[in-house]
């Protein structure tokens, strides 16, 4: 049984290392964990959001940008 799960689990890590989007998502998230995060939080919310509401967020989110600066 340990064979087995030895080959499944290299195989498996085969598979993501060598997906182009897997790969480039990990390696962005490891670059800048934070920015990431964001950029995947605003996509959601624009998706969930009407136009005006996601445009407030996007303003609340710049302003206090702005003040960490």
Do not use: C, P
Not at 41 to 61: A, G
């Amino acid at each position: 049984m340990e064979q087995k799960d030895k080959i499944k689990k290299i195989i498996g890590n085969m598979v993501k290392n060598t997906n182009f989007y897997y790969k480039k998502a990990k390696d962005s998230r490891i670059k800048n964990r934070k920015q990431h995060d964001l950029n995947k939080e605003i996509k959601n919310k624009q998706k969930s959001l009407s136009k005006d509401r996601f445009n407030q967020y996007i303003e609340d989110i710049y302003k206090q940008w702005l003040q960490l600066d």
